[in-house]
């Protein structure tokens, strides 16, 4: 394989599926260097096969796991083996390379039970393109790796999986039909009240996330049609519009939490669980999480009367004031200072901000780390930007972000891209696809992780 055309296959199948991975170089290489292998400051080197004399340079801030390095591993094998077919059709050549990465995401995660896996997902694909009495269908599949079915009444996935019948039987949030690594039917779990294990897993999955170790594996087909993988107690893969995606978690969170305190940590993990049950919820939603030192520059871009935080209103309202001040036109002056000459609560109740009241009620003042992950993912979805402060005090809630001159692209997009300069902002789209922004070292707002 030429080196331009496999930089073009690292670019075009794996880089995507990596969050905050890009190509840093290349090095040279004698034929003792593996094809893949993991290198120095969080890198990880690539080559096609042993004799090459180079491997090119993947890189992210934070260092590849080992599942990581055996998927590229995986996929660069597989494609060594399409490479090797000499296919004219550069099309179908493109449908065999998706296929090698579907292949390669589940053997990475395990070459035991890999071919029901992987017939399993080709069954669910189908049903994803299929209604069941004008509804489209949601279920949820375990395999077993270590377990047995009953030899003497052996039901296989392929006899029954495409059967209408089997459209009832589970919901993928809590009813689960089990197969063992085979593909013989095991039986039929309910998931009630599993025993409660750390996860990282959209909420409404929490249930499937935590009976997932590394002896059973979870495939789940939303109504979305997206097909999600769940193992080691995580989502790990999912399939949503038509594309793979692989969930680097504590890499997002990392770039979210710097390495700074433990309770900075827990906010921002907090964040990017809020993010992920929005993407997953298919909500919209802009969320921010404001640095120390750049509260008061935040405060200028969100109403007075969005803010749920008496702190800040009165942040807020020294702004205002000290703006008044310099005004030439007393008359507006005037204005400023007697909106701002009432307490807290008779500014919200004489100004009717009746959302800020009610969710000020909810919230408690309670942080956001604190508050429970439905809640928070009902509040994010509603209109308008969540703002957090440094230490996981909820500024605001459902804000209308003035916008600054010159922004490009949506609304929540330019809401997004504001914020992001006074800490790291992350747009949730519909479709589920999260895109965090901060800023570089010269101030200038860049895209800092992409999923989904």
Request: hydrophobic share 40%; glycine share 6%; with cysteine.
């Amino acid at each position: 394989m030429e080196k331009s055309e496999f930089i073009n296959l690292v670019e075009r199948l794996i880089i995507p599926l990596f969050t905050g991975a890009y190509l840093a170089g290349e090095t040279e290489s004698s034929q003792r260097d593996m094809e893949v292998a993991l290198g120095k400051s969080n890198s990880v080197l690539l080559k096609p096969t042993k004799l090459d004399d180079y491997r090119i340079v993947l890189q992210r801030s934070q260092a590849f796991k080992s599942f990581e390095v055996s998927l590229i591993r995986a996929i660069i094998h597989e494609i060594n083996e399409i490479s090797s077919l000499d296919i004219y059709d550069k099309n179908y050549e493109r449908k065999l390379q998706q296929m090698a990465i579907e292949k390669a995401l589940v053997e990475s995660l395990t070459e035991t039970g890999s071919e029901t896996i992987l017939g399993i997902i080709n069954a669910l694909s189908k049903w994803a393109s299929r209604t069941y009495e004008g509804s489209t269908v949601r279920l949820g599949i375990l395999v077993n790796l270590g377990g047995h079915a009953d030899e003497n009444n052996l039901v296989h996935y392929t006899d029954i999986i495409n059967s209408d019948f089997f459209a009832l039987f589970t919901d993928g949030l809590s009813s689960f039909v089990e197969f063992d690594k085979e593909g013989n039917l095991m039986g039929y779990s309910n998931i009630k009240n599993p025993k409660s294990v750390p996860t990282i897993s959209p909420y409404v999955f929490e249930k499937v996330a935590r009976i997932c170790n590394d002896k059973r594996v979870g495939i789940v087909l939303t109504e979305e049609g997206d097909i999600l993988i769940f193992y080691a107690r995580q989502l790990i893969f999912a399939k949503r519009n038509g594309h793979w995606c692989v969930y680097s978690h504590e890499e997002v969170i990392r770039l979210l939490y710097n390495n700074v305190s433990y309770t900075a940590k827990q906010i921002r993990r907090a964040i990017y669980n809020t993010a992920l049950d929005c993407s997953f919820a298919y909500k919209g939603a802009c969320l921010a999480y404001i640095n120390k030192d750049k509260t008061i520059e935040a405060l200028n871009h969100i109403d007075a009367g969005d803010i749920i935080s008496e702190e800040h209103f009165n942040m807020k309202k020294q702004l205002e004031l000290n703006e008044a001040e310099m005004l030439y036109n007393m008359g507006n002056a005037k204005k400023i200072i007697d909106k701002f000459s009432l307490s807290y609560d008779d500014f919200l109740s004489m100004n009717k901000h009746t959302k800020t009241m009610a969710i000020r009620n909810m919230v408690a003042g309670k942080k956001l780390f604190e508050l429970d992950r439905k809640m928070i993912e009902e509040m994010t979805s509603v209109d308008g930007a969540t703002i957090v402060d440094y230490d996981g005090t909820i500024i605001a809630v459902g804000a209308i972000i003035k916008i600054e001159a010159g922004s490009q692209g949506g609304g929540r997009l330019a809401a997004t891209t504001t914020m992001a300069k006074y800490g790291v902002a992350i747009k949730v789209s519909q479709d589920g696809i999260m895109q965090g922004f901060s800023v570089d070292k010269h101030g200038k707002v860049k895209q800092i992780f992409y999923v989904g």
